[in-house]
């Protein structure tokens, strides 16, 4: 993915990951007690935002749509 591209996708993915963070990663342990796999809707498409939560806090993520969000152990 170029520069340019990822400045494009920067805020859909800060937005999704604020999301999935404050649902499943608050204080005072900031991760869930068991792993978490869930969906919500993507903020670029409206589609559906697959994304998984690791017992460290940890988070990945797809949106269902080709080239849409997605990150790594955030």
């Known amino acids: 993915m170029t520069t340019e591209a990822f400045s494009r996708m920067q805020p859909f993915v800060l937005k999704a990951l604020t999301a999935v963070k404050r649902r499943h990663c608050a204080a005072p ?4 007690d068991a792993p978490v796999a869930d ?3 993507c903020p670029k498409c409206g589609g559906r935002l ?3 939560v690791d017992t ?4 990945s993520a ?3 749509s080709a080239g849409c969000v997605k990150w790594s152990l955030q």
């Not at 460290?56 to 988070?59: E, L």
């Open 62 to 64: 797809r949106c269902a």
């Open 39 to 41: 969906q919500i809707a």
């Open 29 to 32: 342990n900031y991760a869930p």
């Open 50 to 52: 697959n994304y998984t």
């Open 56 to 59: 460290k806090g940890m988070t």
